[in-house]
């Protein structure tokens, strides 16, 4: 079962970008957005690296299972060790749904996408979740300064 989220692993191409903005078409969401464009494209090449150098220094990842991951290093590291194990061969893709520019250096966006199992272009139900992340703009980047998500959908595991 899926939950109807299907997109590359990469976003390549003018009119594949348009579909991603969707209506977030200024160009100031537009260059916040690019922050989980890096993510995810590092992620594609299963880059550690990659993947931290998205974040400020001092970054941090909290994600579901108690996973708490404060700076780049951590960060690094922890991507690495997924990529050689779990996460091996994996993608990451998704969604924006909100942005919201707090100051001309901050913004929040929150998205909807998951993990696309080696192989898939469609994300399991258990694999579906609901991010936030807090970009800030340092020496004229964007980058992470904190990313959250929890599972969403049918596959969501904690019920209220």
């Not at 537009?30 to 594609?44: D, M, N, Y």
């Not at 150098?53 to 997924?82: C, H, Q, W, Y």
């Not at 998205?111 to 192989?119: D, E, P």
Request: aromatic share 8%; proline share 4%.
């Amino acid at each position: 079962m899926s939950t109807g989220t299907q997109v590359a692993p990469a976003i390549d191409g003018e009119k594949a970008l348009d579909a991603y903005y969707g209506s977030f078409t200024s160009d100031q969401e537009k260059e916040v957005l690019t922050v989980p464009l890096r993510l995810v494209q590092a992620w594609s090449r299963n880059d550690a690296a990659g993947v931290a150098n998205a974040f400020t220094e001092d970054g941090v990842m909290i994600l579901p299972g108690d996973v708490f991951k404060k700076g780049r290093d951590e960060i690094r590291s922890f991507m690495a060790a997924a990529y050689a194990g779990p996460f091996k061969g994996t993608g990451v893709t998704g969604r924006p749904v909100d942005v919201r520019i707090i100051a001309d250096d901050a913004a929040l966006i929150r998205t909807h996408g998951g993990i696309l199992a080696a192989g898939q272009t469609e994300i399991a139900e258990e694999l579906a979740v609901r991010s936030t992340w807090v970009v800030v703009k340092r020496d004229g980047q964007w980058q992470l300064a904190g990313y959250q998500n929890s599972p969403r959908g049918a596959g969501a595991t904690l019920r209220w």
